[in-house]
């Protein structure tokens, strides 16, 4: 079953095996595509996943979340996007190629942070600015015209990243935002008039990842979460990455983003959550979150579209081709989470583990 093709309403996978989104810490500091990049996504597209969403990308100046970041934000970055496309397509052109666009909103370490509302990050002690009505729409603009460069440099699709406490899901979440304009009244709204904007425009076909859960007292919960995901159901989103906490849950001692707690709670620790969402929607929903195996991977197809994976891949791009020929039914990845170490403190995206396939 992970190994059959698939499709969405305008696109056709070659499996059901995703890359999730993973930040490289690879980019030049205007946020150019480098050599290093390009040998990252080639050695993916070779690996035989399906479909691969690239690291977050900075749709606005004051969007980064680190140096390193890629960038989207300007028409200067279209060419060096366009070859790191070729290079993936020169590879596999039946490889679904999706650029993830984000504001890092509160999560950032570079200064001037904004957010819907200035409720300060208690892990990383950053206290943003309140968005005026002006930068909220300033920033709706600057999602549209990234996705407009996406297309441009052929891109297939486009992710908004409205999870994991950056911009979009600060505005989804109650927590962060406590607006009481129409952008906290229906906290989705960024969301969709986004994904309106961008359809003026452009058909290039717009899918989403999103929290379910912030792991936050206060916080965005799965109740809610599934109302959000039937509104971006009936915008005509074409597919929903299911995922939760924020930087902030960390502080809270709750599950986070990139959970280590696989080898306690076993495999796919947001399933029931995929689950919650797929029940109510008729979106592709992507399951994401410490899957390891063919197994759970199989297991989870039952119920879902398409599968995600993240830190696997950092261990072994080519772990699907090897999945594919027998050569091994599961990832040797043990979640120690030294990958997000290294690229917080800038260095380039690879597996550091111990014992592990060594330096990028
Ligand atoms: C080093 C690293 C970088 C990540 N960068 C991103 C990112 O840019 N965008 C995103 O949506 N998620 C990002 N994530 C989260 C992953 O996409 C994924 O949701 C999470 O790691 C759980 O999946 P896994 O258990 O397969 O790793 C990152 C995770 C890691 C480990």
Redesign the pocket.
């Known amino acids: 079953m992970l190994f059959t093709s698939a499709e969405t309403e305008n696109l056709r996978m070659k499996n059901r095996l995703v890359r999730?989104?993973?930040?490289e810490s690879m980019a030049t500091k205007e946020g150019y595509v480098t050599p290093q990049l390009m040998e990252l996504y080639r050695k993916l597209a070779e690996g035989g996943v399906g479909t691969i969403?690239t690291?977050?990308m900075f749709v606005s100046e004051d969007g980064r979340s680190s140096y390193k970041m890629t960038g989207i934000s300007r028409d200067e970055h279209v060419e060096g996007l366009s070859k790191l496309v070729s290079e993936v397509k020169r590879v596999d052109k039946d490889v679904v190629f999706v650029a993830?666009l984000?504001h890092a909103g509160r999560q950032t370490t570079l200064g001037n942070a904004i957010a819907p509302s200035a409720v300060k990050d208690l892990f990383t002690g950053v206290e943003p600015r309140e968005m005026t009505r002006e930068d909220i729409e300033r920033v709706i603009e600057d999602f549209i015209n990234a996705a407009i460069r996406a297309e441009k440099a052929g891109f297939d699709a486009v992710q908004l990243?409205a999870?994991?406490g950056y911009l979009l899901s600060e505005f989804i979440s109650p927590y962060t935002n406590r607006r009481r304009d129409e952008y906290g009244q229906e906290r989705a709204k960024i969301l969709l008039d986004i994904f309106e904007g961008i359809r003026e425009k452009s058909r290039i076909p717009v899918m989403i990842?999103m929290n379910a859960c912030d792991f936050i007292p206060g916080g965005l919960e799965i109740d809610e979460a599934v109302r959000i995901a039937r509104l971006l159901d009936d915008a005509g989103f074409e597919a929903i990455e299911v995922?939760g906490g924020m930087y902030e849950s960390i502080y809270h001692n709750r599950y986070n983003?990139?959970?280590q707690k696989?080898a306690k709670s076993g495999e796919a620790y947001f399933r029931e959550y995929a689950f919650r969402i797929k029940e109510a929607v008729e979106t592709p929903v992507i399951a994401?979150?410490?899957?390891k195996s063919l197994q759970v991977a199989e297991s989870l197809l039952e119920k879902v579209d398409f599968v995600?994976?993240?830190?696997?891949l950092?261990r072994d791009p080519y772990l699907p081709l090897k999945m594919m020929r027998g050569e091994t039914d599961r990832s040797d990845?043990k979640?120690c989470?030294l990958?997000?170490t290294?690229?917080f403190e800038g260095k380039p995206?690879g597996c550091y583990a111990k014992e592990g396939t060594g330096s990028p």
């Open positions: 999730s989104a993973t930040a969403i690291g977050y993830q984000a990243h999870a994991h990842k995922s983003v990139v959970s696989v994401v979150g410490g899957i995600s994976m993240s830190r696997p950092i990845c979640s989470n990958c997000l290294a690229i995206l």
